[in-house]
């Protein structure tokens, strides 16, 4: 028997996978900041305002929360789908890079806080991706055997 369904996560799933994304952004925007750091460069917003690693983590932890969140509950009440969620993280991290333009830093630190939000939204499309893989039959189908190649099933059976 071969069954094919589109089923959206469970609100549980998406948090978890949210949750993991987000503790690779930390990661990698760390990394980021400290490779960027130890060569030197001055995360500045304006002569007076510093960028520290702190702000770096908690800025990626909230931005990946509140976007996973709001793709949790939309779930949970049926609508919109977790593609849209996943165009919108992209758009998001995309118009959020137009600030590193502004600010009083260097080319060197521009680009690598660009890179950061980058990372955070890919953590996020990604994150939701994974989600959605994880989802692939409805749980009343639990016992039901999907067999992915049945032609070369059969004609290995008839031949």
């Known amino acids: 028997m071969s069954v094919s369904a589109s089923i959206n996560p469970r609100p549980g799933r998406i948090v978890r996978a949210g949750a993991a994304g987000a503790g690779v952004a930390i990661v990698l925007n760390a990394a980021i900041f400290g490779l960027g750091r130890a060569a030197d460069v001055v995360f500045a917003v304006d002569h007076t305002t510093l960028i520290h690693l702190s702000d770096v983590i908690s800025l990626s932890l909230f931005s990946l ?95």
């Open 65 to 159: 929360a509140l976007g996973t969140i709001a793709a949790a509950v939309s779930m949970r009440i049926g609508r919109p789908s977790l593609r849209s969620w996943q165009i919108v993280g992209g758009v998001v991290a995309a118009a959020s890079t137009i600030g590193d333009f502004t600010i009083d830093a260097t080319v060197a630190g521009k680009l690598l806080l660009l890179s950061m939000h980058v990372v955070a939204g890919v953590a996020y499309v990604t994150s939701l991706q994974v989600a959605k893989r994880g989802e692939s039959m409805p749980s009343n189908m639990s016992g039901v055997r999907i067999d992915h190649q049945p032609a070369a099933r059969l004609a290995g059976e008839n031949g």
